[in-house]
């Protein structure tokens, strides 16, 4: 049963703040990452995908992967009001006919 | 470029009714996935569609099926419905399938099921 674990929050960061979301998979063999922003009542969308080993950034955003800890996390520097949702982590195995695997979301607040 | 379209947003069934869910991929994209997600929890994955066969499944019975049209659109059909079938269901494309499929999906803006 491959699962992904997220503390489900809600995680009050300060505006301007940097927020850390944090991730952790159980099948090791997975092999693509993916954070996801979730508004209420609005579907996901896709904010970074890291494949390898190490830190990707992109504008306020980087997602950082540890394969050997199992371990996926994302900041987002600098936070805005408009940053408040839910992040989805989802992970990937690599199978050409396998689904991504989420997490149940950590529900993010940014306090003006 | 037009991304993944869904429809209906809303619908209302009975428990025992069937109900069809449609979706538009985004252009480009050849392959097509449903997810279910129930409120406060992460969405989980039912089945792929990849060059019009199913190529990839979730844990869901068989009484959720589907279709991909040689457009790469989709079709979500849930027969004998249950209570706990109420959800979002979410439609997802991606540019790559098969053995390229690297998981990267991007998703429309779900139809809401709610089943009394």
């Known amino acids: 049963q491959k699962e992904v674990e997220q503390n489900s929050g809600p995680l009050s960061v300060p505006e301007g703040a940097i927020a850390s979301l944090n991730c952790t998979y159980s099948d090791r063999g997975s092999q693509s990452f993916f954070w996801y922003r979730q508004y209420s009542g609005k579907s996901p969308e896709l904010i970074m995908s890291?494949?390898?080993?190490g830190d990707k950034e992109d504008g306020r955003f980087t997602a950082q992967l540890n394969k050997a800890s199992q371990y996926v996390s994302l900041l987002i520097r600098d936070s805005q009001p408009s940053d408040s949702a839910t992040y989805l982590c989802?992970?990937?195995?690599?199978?050409?006919?396998?689904?991504?695997?989420f997490g149940k979301g950590t529900h993010l607040i940014i306090q003006p | 470029e037009t991304g993944v379209t869904q429809s209906p947003t809303h619908l209302i069934k009975t428990r025992g009714q069937q109900v069809t869910l449609r979706c538009s991929s985004q252009s480009g994209h050849n392959t097509v996935s449903w997810y279910q997600q129930a409120l406060g929890q992460g969405p989980q994955f039912i089945f792929q569609y990849y060059r019009e066969e199913e190529n990839g499944r979730g844990n869901f019975p068989p009484r959720f099926s589907g279709l991909q049209f040689p457009n790469y659109s989709s079709e979500l059909n849930v027969n004998a419905l249950e209570l706990d079938d109420s959800a979002l269901y979410l439609c997802?494309?991606?540019?790559?399938?098969?053995?390229?499929?690297?998981?990267?999906?991007?998703f429309g803006e779900g139809s809401r099921l709610t089943v009394l």
């Open positions: 997802a494309s991606s540019p790559s399938g098969g053995a390229a499929n690297t998981g990267e999906l991007f």
């Open positions: 989802a992970v990937h195995s690599g199978g050409g006919a396998d689904g991504l695997t």
């Open positions: 890291i494949y390898s080993n």
